[in-house]
Structure formats: structure tokens, C-alpha cells
């Protein structure tokens, strides 16, 4: 295991110095790092394949738990229209595509499906990470991309309920999704509002004792548990993951839990990337090239469309919904989840996982590229759009900014609020039981 993690570290430091040299994304020198250890370029892996992907498994769940430390329950609600327009439009649109190209393929209607699925929905790792790769960590858009981010990976969980009722059922069972559903939208209302009540308030409490070692210790403990309680639940480890740190993000201590996980989540996540680009077999991209790119091509012009139909019809800037859209052109965890879930079910085609893993690569590859087309594209686009086109983007503009001066002026948190709201619901109780007891006090005296 040390040996393992001795090469890993040397080899994907030396190719990312390599990289950064070159100034390319460093992501892209974690993935050749893997292609460089893996089992297919020498014709035997230099390191434990099952050591790397079980530490690639735990930088998704940190990577995902600092994610949700940056991000507030309020701007969920605050970009649900977007949320919610934005992943419905992609994952309809790109389920469409992804169906039509098994049809196409002369695949049968479960394979169909399944390839759907797993071009539907972009890796929030690798967003987030060329996000912050770019510079662009604090951008205006970054929490609308963030938000949608989320409902993929909810509706992900649905998603693979769906497929595996239709693989071995080969029919649709409503009653099986609708209850699904429902126990997954109680389970998280319960998540956020025990959270929100509770650790805020725990961590105040024992705040002088929280020296830096222990408090990333507390925080670690309170992720994996919620991992746990997801995975009991049926659902991703990863929500689970991106749950606690939502919760973590209303309290005092966010930020410097932030501060203290940065170098743990850099280190799983490189492991990540590298674990990924193992999964490359050179020979598979030659044998399967016109396959890999034509798939590649559908994720990335598809993405890019249905992104930023769906940010703009969500009510995102023009500039905001190319942005996202951009920076969605790639698939990720959920695919490879989805593929190996079909071929665990015995119904997926042999050659449809080797495509999406290079289709994955080569789409993740091209995302830092692809991103920084985005604002030169929006202003190509601006200035041939029709004048009333361009009135609309300007307009929507002014209201956006309107609308974060408006949100900037006050308001106290969610978990504050919520607080308050119990609070004063336990007052008010016991105000009116103490007014009614005075009340009867006062018609018993009256009566003597």
C-alpha cells in the first residue's frame, strides 16, 4: 500500500509540474499520470488497482464534502428555478440524445436507456474543479451550475431505480419510483432540518474546545456518518457526502473547516483523476475511435445546448448560462455507476463501457479548453443576436444584479431562522398555556 501510494504521489507530481509548465490544466496531468501506472500501457499495472479506486472512491466523498461547505442552504433555494429548469432540461435533452444514439447504434431498448443515462449527467468533481482550476471559484454563476450540480446527483438516485426495474422487469414500475421518491425528498427535509437545529448549535457549545486538530476530526467523523446514514438509506455516498457539509456551512466554523480540509480534498481528488485515467486502454481507442467521438460530440454540443437553454429559461443571465453550460461537457461518476450497474444486472452491451470510459476522458480532457471558449463565444454570440435578443439579455442582466443588491443588504441565515422559528414556537406555546392558566386563576377568584 505505501509502495502504491509512493508512485502515485511521484509519478502524478512530476507529470502535473510537467503540465503546469506547459500551463494545462492539472487535472489533465493527473488523468496521463493514471493512463502511465495503469494496467494497459505496459501490459501490467504498476500499483493495486483496488487500493486506487477504494482512495479515488474517498476524494469524490471529500471533494463533495468541501463543496457543500462552500455552498449555502440559501442559494439552493435562492437558484431553485434554475436548479430545477436547468437539470431538467439537460437530463430530458440529453436523455433524448443519448437514446437516439443506441438507436442508432442498433442497440436494443434497455441498452438504449442505460447509454441515456450515462450521458445525462456532467461530474461534479470535475466541474468544480475546473471552476476552481480557472480562477472562477467566485463567479456569479457558479452557484446556479452548483445548484443543478445537486439535482443531477438527486435525480441520479431516481434514475438508477428506474433502470434496474426496467432491465430486470423489462417495464415500467410507477408505484416502486413514486415511493422512491417520496422517501428520498423526507429523508433529506429531515437531514437539513436536524442538521441545521442541531450541530450549529453543538459546535457553539463546545467551541473553546476545537482546537484545529480537533475540530477536522469532528467534521471528518460527522461527514463519514452522514455517508453512512446515506448509503443505509439507499441512496449515494456522495449526497451523503455533499449533505454534511451543507449542514456545516451555517455554522460559525465553516470557513476554517474549509481551510482545514483543502490539502486532504487535493489529495484524494488528484488520486481521483488518476484512478480515472487507469481506467484507459490505449488499444480501445483505436479499436472503437469513430464510436468515442461521435458519443464525445453528442455530450459536448448537447450539453452545451440544453445547459444553456435551461439556465436561460430558469431565469440566469446569458453570460451565467453559457458559462455553466461550458463547463458541464463532460460525464462522470454517475456514468461509470450507471454502466457498472447494468453490466451487474447482466443486460448492458460489452462495448458500451469501454466507449463511455474513453468518451468520459476524452470529454474531460477537452472541459478546461471548452470553458475558456465561453466568454468569447457569449460575445460572438451578443453581437450578431437581433437587437430584441440582445434587449432580453441586457434586461435580464439588470434584474440579476438588481436582484444580489438586493440579497447582499441582510437577512440572517436558514439554520438562524429555522432556530428562531422552534423558538419562538416553544415561547408562544407556553405564553398562551401561561394566559389560559391565568385566565381559569381569574374566573375561579371571581367565582369565590
Known amino acids: 500500500m505505501v509502495q502504491d501510494l509512493y508512485i502515485l504521489m511521484i509519478t502524478a507530481a512530476v507529470v502535473s509540474i510537467v503540465f503546469k509548465w506547459l500551463k494545462q490544466p492539472v487535472v489533465l496531468g493527473y488523468i496521463v499520470a493514471g493512463v502511465l501506472v495503469g494496467p494497459y500501457l505496459y501490459g501490467e499495472t504498476l500499483v493495486n488497482a483496488d487500493n486506487v479506486k477504494a482512495w479515488g472512491d474517498i476524494g469524490v466523498l471529500f471533494v463533495l464534502f468541501c463543496i457543500g461547505l462552500e455552498f449555502r442552504l440559501k442559494n439552493l433555494i435562492s437558484s431553485g428555478k434554475i436548479a430545477a429548469v436547468g437539470a431538467l432540461t439537460i437530463i430530458l435533452g440529453m436523455m433524448v440524445l443519448g437514446y437516439l444514439v443506441g438507436v442508432d447504434a442498433k442497440f436494443d431498448m434497455v441498452n438504449s436507456l442505460f447509454l441515456a443515462g450515462m450521458l445525462c449527467m456532467s461530474s461534479t468533481t470535475i466541474v468544480m474543479k475546473v471552476i476552481e482550476e480557472a480562477g472562477m471559484s467566485k463567479e456569479r454563476f457558479v452557484k446556479g451550475a452548483t445548484s443543478i450540480l445537486i439535482v443531477e446527483d438527486v435525480v441520479a438516485?431516481?434514475?438508477?431505480?428506474?433502470?434496474?426495474?426496467?432491465?430486470?422487469?423489462?417495464?415500467?414500475?410507477g408505484a416502486e419510483l413514486l415511493?422512491?421518491?417520496?422517501?428520498?425528498?423526507?429523508?433529506l427535509v429531515v437531514w437539513f432540518i436536524s442538521g441545521i437545529?442541531?450541530?450549529?448549535?453543538?459546535?457553539?457549545?463546545?467551541?473553546?474546545?476545537?482546537n484545529d486538530e480537533t475540530l477536522i476530526i469532528l467534521a471528518l467523523g460527522l461527514c463519514l456518518g452522514m455517508v453512512l446514514t446515506a448509503e443505509e438509506a439507499g441512496f449515494s455516498s456522495a449526497l451523503g457526502a455533499f449533505v454534511m457539509g451543507s449542514i456545516l456551512a451555517e455554522?460559525?466554523?465553516?470557513?476554517?473547516?474549509?481551510?482545514?480540509?483543502?490539502?486532504?480534498?487535493?489529495?484524494?481528488?488528484?488520486?481521483f483523476f488518476i484512478s480515472v485515467g487507469m481506467l484507459i486502454n490505449p488499444s480501445s481507442l483505436v479499436e472503437y475511435w469513430y464510436s468515442i467521438i461521435w458519443v464525445s460530440l453528442v455530450i459536448i454540443v448537447g450539453m452545451i445546448l440544453f445547459g444553456t437553454l435551461g439556465c436561460w429559461w430558469g431565469g440566469a443571465t446569458m453570460r451565467d448560462s453559457m458559462l455553466t453550460s461550458f463547463s458541464f461537457v463532460q460525464i462522470g461518476e454517475f456514468s461509470f455507476i450507471i454502466a457498472s450497474l447494468g453490466t451487474s444486472l447482466g443486460v448492458l452491451n460489452p462495448i458500451v463501457y469501454p466507449i463511455i470510459v474513453a468518451s468520459s476522458v476524452v470529454t474531460t480532457f477537452l472541459t478546461p479548453y471548452i470553458m475558456k471558449a465561453a466568454l468569447p463565444c457569449y460575445t460572438f454570440f451578443y453581437n450578431r443576436a437581433s437587437s430584441s435578443l440582445r434587449a432580453k439579455i441586457d434586461q435580464r442582466e439588470q434584474e440579476m444584479a438588481a436582484a444580489e443588491t438586493a440579497a447582499s443588504s441582510g437577512g440572517s441565515s436558514i439554520a438562524d431562522r429555522a432556530?428562531?422559528?422552534?423558538?419562538?414556537?416553544?415561547?408562544?406555546?407556553?405564553?398562551?398555556?401561561l394566559m389560559i392558566k391565568n385566565m381559569s386563576s381569574h374566573d375561579e377568584n371571581a367565582k369565590q
Open 179 to 187: 415511493n422512491k421518491v417520496l422517501v428520498l425528498v423526507i429523508t
Open 197 to 210: 437545529l442541531i450541530i450549529p448549535t453543538l459546535l457553539r457549545k463546545v467551541k473553546r474546545f476545537l
Open 157 to 173: 438516485v431516481v434514475l438508477m431505480v428506474l433502470l434496474s426495474s426496467i432491465a430486470i422487469r423489462h417495464q415500467f414500475e
Open 419 to 433: 432556530r428562531h422559528a422552534v423558538r419562538h414556537t416553544y415561547i408562544t406555546k407556553h405564553l398562551v398555556n
Open 251 to 271: 455554522t460559525e466554523e465553516s470557513h476554517r473547516i474549509e481551510k482545514l480540509m483543502t490539502p486532504l480534498k487535493n489529495v484524494f481528488a488528484a488520486i
